[in-house]
């Protein structure tokens, strides 16, 4: 039976069929407890906690410390979803949570799974802090850069994309960068994207390029 992963979603059901699995972000403190316990139920689950650049503005204090507390109790968690979007207010907030999260997880050996809109010069310019001591992996999702940023995301800080349709920027992208998503709360439809995206991409193998990049933290 042909395996799939959605490499980004936002489910909140641990129910799945035995040949998908699914990383499930969570996006602010409030949702943390029930992913890890809906990943606890499934193995084919895998968990990323993390404060998405929209809901900065509802943080409260100590809530770095309590994503430590989950991620050092929780060894197989990563940290997401985490980013900038030049569309939402706080810029200056977004950016120093941003970066609160990345000293997190370049401290604890964890991936990152990043969402990053119209805002690829201010990433840049928190990513170069970490281009000596940085997180084992980081994952653009919904990748919206171009192939230079490709170039330099992948030799400077072992990035992988995913995608959630077929779309130019892929062939830019080494084969085994390459993963799919949903970006929903129904990891189902990984299948039909993952089709779609073969359709330009035959020797792609989605599911092994995302099981190596977890492998790596």
């Known amino acids: 039976m042909k395996k799939y992963i959605d490499a980004h979603c936002h489910l909140f059901d641990e129910k799945l069929p035995n040949n998908i699995g699914a990383i499930v972000n969570a996006t602010r403190p ?4 029930d992913v890890i316990a809906m990943a606890d139920k499934n193995p084919n689950i895998f968990v990323a906690i993390g404060v998405h650049p929209w809901f900065v503005g509802e943080l409260g204090a100590g809530w770095d410390a309590q994503m430590c507390e989950f991620l050092e109790q929780n060894p197989g968690l990563t940290i997401g979803e985490i980013g900038l979007d030049k569309y939402k207010p706080d810029m200056d907030t977004q950016m120093n949570v941003f970066a609160r999260q990345m000293d997190l997880a370049v401290k604890l050996g964890r991936g990152v799974h990043v969402h990053c809109v119209g805002a690829w010069d201010k990433m840049f310019a928190v990513l170069k802090k970490y281009k000596s ?3 084992p992996f980081i994952l653009f ?5 171009n192939a230079m940023d490709v170039a330099r ?10 995608f959630s349709g077929a779309r130019r920027i892929i062939a830019d992208v080494q084969r085994d960068r390459i993963l799919v998503e949903t970006d929903s709360n129904n990891p189902m439809g990984i299948v039909r994207v993952a089709e779609q995206i073969a359709a330009i991409c035959p020797d792609c193998d989605f599911y092994e390029n995302t099981m190596e990049m977890l492998k790596n933290g």
């Open 133 to 135: 001591q940085q997180p």
């Open 141 to 145: 999702h919904r990748f919206s850069g």
């Open 30 to 33: 409030s949702e943390w407890r």
């Open 153 to 162: 995301l992948v030799a400077d800080y072992n990035a992988y994309f995913s």
